[in-house]
């Protein structure tokens, strides 16, 4: 089992073009204005989003963000207050569940405990008056697809945790659904199998060509599966991208700090274009001390604007310098506070002289049993213009 | 824990005792051959035989148990239906009168809703004519109101401990609603369900108040055999009845003890 | 949702709700309205109230002279008070008695649980009457406990024990108990142990620990099963009649004799209106808890 840095995805590079780059592509869900109300709690704001045939789209956020009342909207379990939602132009609001060609895998995998694996795999097909013998070769085929072949006569609580999974898998996947809703599909496992896990899934992903819409607070989980992800708060979306766009260019202080971790400083704008260090892009002077953040793209607010910058650990370096060093354009000096050693890095928080922090991460290159920068060393910590972040809020 | 409180399991031990003493003494004076309680004068079945020879005991017993059958299985379809409602429709209107109408019967004085279903037949009477003469069927009525409330508590407390998810999972899977509680939810809530009809059986068989208020001339339950038997002194026959309805319960007690157990495992995700 | 649903979640409701409604609630908007009635001579035996005068003005009469007897005079009042006073102390003992039986089942191995707890239902499941009947056979004057007693010595002449109150007590206690031991066990039961070591890790010793801690999380259970041993204690008719004495006129008795021996209707649906009212908030504080849980 290899791990991947995130950003990439465990999947094949020739995945064809990306289709919401495309303005011509036709999307193949189509949320609009999509809203949902508990007595006075919005759940689901307002909600416009397409996503494509073919993606493993993602809903990120931590609980209350309303991604599962959106998902539980798709699904037909929850009638929305206002707003459509589409299905290859078609309107699935009037659809009750029980009709919609959607599927889902729920996050308990809800798996009636009165019928055996083989039973539970079959039960949609029943439903549909699909002949025994069709039943029975498509249980098989599904049993076989999560690896599970010759287990169709247990009972589900003669499964392991993961085989529960798959089974829950195969059962919302066997109706051949146009959209597939997975809710926290792997919250119930534990750690070691959940990274096999991703894998697989996004591997029957691919087999299967079916449209994936899933639910998470994983963060980890997201990048290294999704498409794209919709990080969501307060029932709003904060933010729609790649995994990579939503890291490298979050939209806001929420998202840099909700997928990984971002020192965000507030800052003015000195100027919009034409400045920093690599002569393009924008001047930010920090509020709090004496320093300037440089970025290599163009700011959101004009000259004179109130942002924040975001600059995350990994793409900072941390060097020994004098006690008293001033900060500079990108670059902040400071004492070292706290160190965190995580094995495969190092984490610096270093103290500023207003008593702000910052964190740097190292990556442990080398062997090291005594860490060359210690606690209490003075220390500048700098970082080249494309890893600022120069966010409007 | 136990070992260090063992007064508790004293007490238990002396709650049981009360409980089952008596009873014991009802199984072992059925067998006595004498009339008198104190005295023990050998071994005898002549009670047993004087019981099955009681035409009057006998034909009120068939009777309550023909009102017994009819009535828990009323109370059974009155109560899950019930009992599903409040577990699972959520707020609606007027729910808060359904609640209270729903639970009240558990707590009533026999008494009152003996009196106030017998007031009701008569008013239905005299503006609709019907029940022209109440019997079977009052006492029926009767007790399938009080006892669904029960059979709707078990419900729902059995349907509070059934993940709603699992009604979702086969809705998604293309089952209508009705479809959903006959595939999912009935196979899930059969346990209790048996329990809930066994405690209305029981209910209605044991009942002397309501029925006395609901019958008629025609209709004469065991129950009230039993009290006016009881009024004019003990006698062992009694005794035999007590004994083989005891024998009963706990032969239908432990059945569905065993086969909950095995509902329960099958239950268990 | 879709009509069909909506409609079909509709019949859902709408069945078991008419039932109740016409079977449970009707009842005693009648029961109230014959409160108001005069007895009469006939069948059935109350006066109407819409009649039509002589003038052939119709008039509402309204009898409120069921309730002015109940309250002139003592003996009713008195059935009342008495019949909450037996309910009480009843309800009482019952809790004494019954929560070590729950408690004591709550801290058994679990696997042994389900046992305990059904031998403490199944008597509820055989004959009532037959129950009480048992208890005549220990307690009355050449009964068990008499005889018991009698040969060992102790007294030299029988004790008046049925046909008492202690009898009543004993008969109520006993037939009511399993109804206070399964609310007490659920709360119990579900009482984190974990909660008693963190209390015993802050210094407190197990009857402190009981105290403090177990004891106000049972509370709702307590509530409950006090409920659901006083509330139709205080209406009880059977065991009263059968083990009380001839002065133990508890108002389900009083209201018995007023229907079957007097024929007096008015006055047994007053009597059973000012019992539900007696009852009402007992009734609303137990519903309250069967709606939380």
Same mark, same amino acid.
């Given at each position: ?393 | ?269 | ?74 003996? +009713?009042?008195? &059935? =009342?008070?008495?019949? /909450?006073?037996? @309910?009480?102390?009843?309800? %009482? $003992?019952? !809790? *004494?008695?019954? +929560?070590?039986? &729950? =408690?004591?089942?709550? /801290?058994?191995? @679990?696997?042994?649980?389900? %046992? $305990?707890? !059904? *031998? ?9 009457? /037959? ?7 220990? $307690? ?21 024990? $049925? ?131």
């Amino acid at each position: 089992m290899q791990t991947q840095p995130p950003g990439l995805r465990p999947r094949a590079p020739e995945r064809g073009p990306e289709p919401w780059r495309d303005p011509e592509a036709e999307p193949y869900v189509r949320l609009r204005g999509l809203t949902r109300r508990f007595g006075d709690v919005v759940a689901v704001d307002a909600i416009d989003l397409d996503i494509y045939r073919g993606e493993l789209f993602a809903l990120l956020g931590g609980s209350g963000s309303g991604k599962s009342t959106l998902l539980r909207m798709l699904a037909g379990f929850e009638r929305p207050d206002e707003g459509s939602i589409t299905l290859e132009g078609q309107d699935l609001a009037p659809v009750p569940p029980y009709e919609r060609p959607v599927n889902m895998m729920f996050q308990s995998y809800a798996l009636f405990p009165h019928m055996s694996v083989a039973d539970n795999i079959g039960y949609g097909l029943r439903r549909e008056g699909v002949a025994r013998a069709e039943i029975a070769r498509r249980v098989e085929e599904m049993l076989e697809l999560v690896q599970l072949g010759g287990l169709g006569a247990r009972r589900p609580q003669a499964l392991s945790g993961g085989q529960r999974q798959r089974v829950a898998l195969a059962r919302s996947l066997v109706k051949r659904p146009k959209l597939l809703l997975l809710d926290e599909p792997l919250g119930a496992l534990d750690k070691s199998l959940r990274e096999a896990t991703q894998f697989e899934l996004v591997n029957i992903q691919e087999r299967t060509g079916t449209t994936f819409i899933m639910v998470t607070h994983d963060q980890e989980e997201a990048m290294t599966m999704a498409t794209r992800i919709a990080v969501m708060t307060d029932g709003r979306l904060a933010q729609v991208g790649t995994p990579a766009e939503v890291y490298e260019y979050p939209a806001s202080r929420f998202v840099a700090g909700f997928l990984g971790t971002a020192n965000v400083f507030e800052g003015i704008v000195k100027r919009a274009q034409g400045s920093g260090v690599g002569a393009a892009g924008a001047l930010v002077e920090s509020t709090a001390f004496d320093a300037f953040f440089a970025s290599d793209t163009d700011p959101p607010k004009p000259e004179g604007g109130r942002v924040f910058v975001a600059v995350r650990p990994e793409k900072m370096r941390i060097e020994k310098s004098a006690e008293g060093t001033a900060h500079g354009t990108n670059a902040l000096s400071g004492l070292v506070r706290d160190i965190a050693y995580y094995g495969d890095f190092v984490m610096y928080v270093v103290a500023l002289p207003d008593g702000s922090l910052v964190r740097v991460s190292r990556p442990t290159e080398t062997r090291m049993t005594e860490l060359p920068i210690t606690w209490n060393d003075a220390v500048t910590v700098r970082w080249q213009d494309f890893a600022t972040v120069v966010l409007a809020q | 824990m136990r070992r260090r409180l063992p007064w508790l399991s004293l007490a238990l031990g002396a709650g049981y005792a009360f409980l089952y003493l008596p009873i014991a003494l009802l199984v072992l004076l059925s067998f006595n051959d004498s009339r008198l309680v104190t005295s023990w004068t050998g071994f005898s079945f002549r009670w047993y035989v004087a019981l099955w020879n009681n035409d009057a005991l006998v034909s009120a017993a068939l009777l309550s148990l023909r009102i017994a059958t009819v009535s828990a299985t009323g109370a059974l379809v009155l109560g899950t239906l019930a009992g599903f409602v409040l577990a699972r429709f959520g707020l609606f209107r007027g729910r808060a009168l359904f609640g209270a109408m729903v639970a009240a019967p558990l707590v009533m004085p026999e008494v009152i809703t003996g009196l106030s279903l017998l007031l009701l037949f008569v008013s239905l009477a005299e503006a609709v004519g019907w029940p022209g003469e109440r019997g079977v069927t009052t006492i029926t009525i009767a007790h399938v109101t009080f006892a669904a409330a029960y059979v709707a508590v078990v419900v729902q407390s059995r349907l509070a401990d059934v993940d709603e998810s699992l009604e979702e999972a086969a809705m998604d899977l293309g089952a209508r609603p009705w479809t959903v509680f006959g595939t999912i939810t009935l196979p899930l809530i059969a346990p209790a369900l048996a329990s809930g009809w066994l405690l209305a059986f029981t209910l209605s068989l044991d009942d002397l108040v309501i029925a006395s208020f609901t019958s008629g001339p025609g209709a004469t339950t065991l129950p009230m055999v039993v009290f006016s038997a009881m009024r004019l002194g003990l006698t062992p026959e009694l005794f035999a009845l007590a004994t083989i309805i005891i024998a009963l319960v706990t032969v239908a007690l432990f059945l569905a003890l065993r086969l909950g157990r095995v509902a329960s495992a099958a239950a268990r995700v | 949702m879709t009509g069909t649903q909506r409609i079909g979640r509709r019949l859902v409701v709408a069945l078991p709700y008419a039932w109740l409604l016409l079977f449970f609630l009707g009842p005693f908007l009648i029961v109230a309205r014959i409160a108001l009635s005069e007895a009469a001579l006939g069948i059935p035996p109350y006066a109407p109230l819409l009649r039509w005068t002589e003038e052939n003005v119709l008039t509402l009469v309204l009898n409120l002279g069921s309730f002015a007897t109940l309250f002139d005079d003592p003996f +009713y009042v008195d &059935a =009342y008070l008495r019949s /909450l006073n037996v @309910a009480f102390v009843s309800a %009482l $003992l019952c !809790l *004494l008695l019954g +929560y070590p039986m &729950a =408690y004591a089942i709550a /801290l058994a191995p @679990a696997h042994r649980r389900n %046992l $305990l707890l !059904l *031998l403490v239902i199944l008597p509820f499941w055989t004959s009532f009457l /037959l129950r009480v009947m048992a208890w005549i056979g220990i $307690l009355q004057d050449q009964g068990v406990l008499n005889g018991a007693l009698l040969s060992l010595g102790l007294i030299d002449e029988p004790l008046r024990l $049925l046909y008492t109150d202690f009898a009543v007590y004993v008969g109520i206690v006993y037939c009511y108990l399993p109804f206070m031991v399964l609310p007490l066990y659920a709360t119990l039961a579900r009482l984190d142990p974990v909660l008693l070591q963190a209390a015993a890790d802050l210094g407190a010793r197990p009857f402190r620990a009981f105290v403090t801690v177990t004891l106000p999380l049972s509370l709702p259970g307590i509530v409950a099963g006090f409920m659901l041993v006083f509330i139709p204690a205080v209406g009880e008719f059977v065991i009263p009649e059968l083990l009380g004495g001839p002065d133990a006129q508890l108002v389900g008795r009083v209201l018995w004799v007023e229907f079957f021996q007097n024929r007096d209707w008015p006055m047994a649906s007053a009597l059973a209106v000012a019992l539900l009212l007696v009852l009402v908030i007992p009734i609303a504080v137990f519903q309250h808890l069967a709606a939380r849980r």
